[in-house]
C-alpha cells in the first residue's frame, strides 16, 4: 500500500517504481517472490543485515525465499514496517558519503506481542524452511556460564508449566515444533544471528531442554529433523534516530517510518549445518563453514571488546558516541594497546584473517564519524557481553602465565559504570542491564570502598568464573583499578597507566 502524508508519498509497493533513481530497489520481481522463511526479532539490526544479504541473493538467483518478520516484543511493527508491505530504507554512512536502497525481501510482518498465536501458526507452517533470528543474549533464557537453561527465568517456568502458551523463546520454538511433529513433519534450520558465541549450539540446547520436558517423541524428532547452525554476523548498526527518518524525506521525498542506518562493511559466517533448503546467501557474499568458532572469538574479542571498552571508558571520560571516543588519544591509545598485548596473542588462527590489520580495520570502523553509536546504547545488557569479551581473555591469559593489566581495567570500568547510577553515587545515568538493581544495592550497601565493591561483584558466580574470581593476580589489579576509576578524574588515572 501507499498514501500520503502532507505532500509526502508513504514508502510501499505502490511507490517502488516511482522511487527516485538514487534510491536502489530491489532488482527482481517481487510480485512474483514466495515466502520461504521467517525472521524472529525484526530489529534495525536484522534489517541492515541479514535481510540484505537475502536481497542480493535474489538478484542473483530469485527463488522462494520471501521473509515473515516476526515480533515477540515491542515495538510492534504492524503500523510501521506493515503498512509499508514490508519494505523500508536501508542507509549505508560513511564520513560524508550515504547510500540509500529499499529492501524487498520482507512480505508480511507479524505481531506477537498479545500472544503466541501469530508466531506459532507462521513457525509451524510448511513453507517455512528456515527461521533467522535476532531476539539479543537475554532471548535465549540461559545461564551465560554454562548455556544451559536457566530453569529459574520466570518466562521458563511459566512455558514449563503452560507449554502450549509459551512466553519465552525457547518455549516458542518447542511448542512450533511440536507442531511441525504433529501435522506435516517438515525439517526446518533455526538460524541465530545473536552476537554471542555458540549461539546455535546454546539455542539447541534450550530448545532441547524443554523439549524433554514434553516427552521422548518431539526429543527425538527434533534431533532427526532440526538444525542449529552456528553465525557470525557484522556490521555496525546503531538505533535509528528520528534525523535519519528526516534525512531520507529531505533527500528522497518519501516518507519512511521504518529507515535503518549502517556502515558499508559487513560480514556473515554461517556453520553449513542446515536440515533442508538453504537460501543462497553464498552469493551475496556469506561464508559458509565447518567451524565458525575461530571467526566469532576474533569478533568477540576485537571489534566488540573495543566497543565494550570504549563504551564505559567513553562514559567516565564525557563522550557521547563511539565516534567521540575515538577521537580521544587517551582511549584510543589504551586500548589498542590492550587488544594487540592482551587479547590479539591468546586467539587461534582465523582463515584468511591477519589479526593486526584485522585491529586496524576494527579501529577505521569505530572512526566512521556518520554512525552515531551512543556509548549508553553499547552498554546495554553489558553483564551478558563482558563474560566474552573481556572475562574469558583475562582468564585464558593468566592461566598461560602471561598479564592482563588493561583487560582488568575495563572490569573495572564496567563496574563503575553500573554503581555510578546509584543514588549514594548521584544517579549520573541510567543504565539497562539485568545486573543494574544488584549493582545499585551494592553501590548504596559498600559506597566508595574499592575492595569491598570487587569482593561484592566477585561472589556473582553467574558472571564471574569462581576460579578466576579468586586469583590473586586478577583480584589485586582489579581493587587497584577500581580505585583509580572512582577517583574525581578518572581519565587521569587511565592517562597515568597508558
Wanted: with cysteine; hydrophobic share 45%; net charge negative.
Amino acid at each position: 500500500m501507499s498514501s500520503t502524508v502532507g505532500q509526502r508519498p508513504v514508502l510501499g509497493s505502490a511507490l517502488l517504481t516511482r522511487l527516485p533513481d538514487a534510491v536502489r530497489r530491489p532488482a527482481y520481481d517481487r510480485r512474483a517472490l514466495r515466502i520461504g522463511m521467517a525472521h524472529l526479532g525484526v530489529g534495525a539490526f536484522h534489517r541492515c543485515h541479514q535481510a540484505e544479504f537475502t536481497d542480493d541473493a535474489l538478484e542473483r538467483r530469485f527463488e522462494r525465499w520471501g521473509v515473515v518478520g516476526i515480533n515477540i516484543r515491542p515495538p510492534r511493527l504492524g503500523d510501521t514496517l506493515g503498512a509499508q508491505d514490508g519494505l523500508y530504507t536501508r542507509l549505508l554512512r560513511d564520513g560524508d558519503q550515504s547510500e540509500a536502497r529499499v529492501i524487498g525481501c520482507m512480505l508480511a510482518v507479524v505481531d506477537s506481542q498479545d500472544g503466541p498465536e501469530p508466531a506459532l501458526h507462521t513457525l509451524a507452517a510448511p513453507e517455512i524452511d528456515i527461521v533467522t533470528m535476532t531476539v539479543t543474549e537475554k532471548g535465549y533464557c540461559h545461564q551465560p556460564a554454562t548455556g544451559a537453561l536457566d530453569a529459574t527465568h520466570p518466562d521458563i517456568v511459566h512455558d514449563l508449566a503452560h507449554p502450549a502458551a509459551p512466553r519465552s523463546v525457547p518455549g516458542l520454538i518447542a511448542h512450533a515444533l511440536e507442531r511441525r511433529m504433529l501435522s506435516h513433519g517438515q525439517p526446518i534450520s533455526f538460524v541465530s544471528c545473536d552476537n554471542i558465541p555458540s549461539n546455535g549450539t546454546i539455542l539447541g540446547t534450550v530448545v532441547a531442554a524443554l523439549a524433554e520436558a514434553r516427552g521422548a517423541d518431539l526429543s527425538r524428532w527434533i534431533e532427526g529433523n532440526v538444525t542449529f547452525p552456528e553465525t557470525m554476523v557484522d556490521r555496525i548498526v546503531p538505533a535509528t534516530a528520528p534525523s535519519d527518518l528526516a534525512a531520507v524525506e529531505s533527500a528522497y521525498g518519501y516518507r519512511d517510518a521504518a529507515v535503518v542506518v549502517g556502515e558499508p562493511f559487513r560480514q556473515w559466517v554461517i556453520e553449513d549445518r542446515f536440515a533442508g533448503r538453504t537460501p543462497p546467501w553464498a552469493l551475496s557474499g556469506a561464508t559458509f563453514v565447518d567451524d565458525v568458532t575461530p571467526f566469532e572469538l576474533i569478533k568477540m574479542r576485537v571489534l566488540n571488546g573495543a566497543q565494550t571498552s570504549l563504551c564505559y571508558l567513553g562514559v567516565l571520560a564525557g563522550h557521547e558516541y563511539t565516534c567521540d571516543d575515538m577521537t580521544d588519544p587517551v582511549l584510543t591509545g589504551f586500548v589498542g594497546t590492550m587488544l594487540a598485548e592482551e587479547s590479539l596473542p591468546g586467539l587461534p588462527p582465523v582463515p584468511g584473517i591477519d589479526p593486526e590489520a584485522y585491529l586496524a580495520q576494527s579501529f577505521a570502523r569505530l572512526r566512521n564519524t556518520a554512525i552515531r553509536h551512543r556509548n549508553h546504547q553499547i552498554a546495554t545488557d553489558g553483564s551478558r557481553k563482558i563474560v566474552q569479551r573481556i572475562l574469558n581473555p583475562i582468564r585464558e591469559r593468566l592461566e598461560a602465565g602471561g598479564k592482563a593489566e588493561r583487560l582488568t581495567l575495563i572490569v573495572a570500568a564496567w563496574m563503575v559504570y553500573l554503581v555510578s547510577a546509584s543514588e549514594r553515587f548521584g544517579r549520573r545515568w541510567a543504565v539497562e542491564d539485568p545486573f543494574a538493581a544488584e549493582a545499585e544495592l551494592i553501590a548504596d550497601r559498600i559506597g566508595r570502598d574499592p575492595a569491598a565493591l570487587a569482593e561484592a561483584f566477585l561472589a556473582h558466580g553467574a558472571i564471574f568464573d569462581p576460579a578466576l574470581a579468586v586469583r590473586p593476580d586478577f583480584r589485586v589489579p582489579l581493587i587497584r583499578h577500581l580505585d583509580g576509576l572512582l577517583s574525581p578524574d578518572p581519565v587521569a588515572y587511565l592517562r597515568a597507566m597508558a
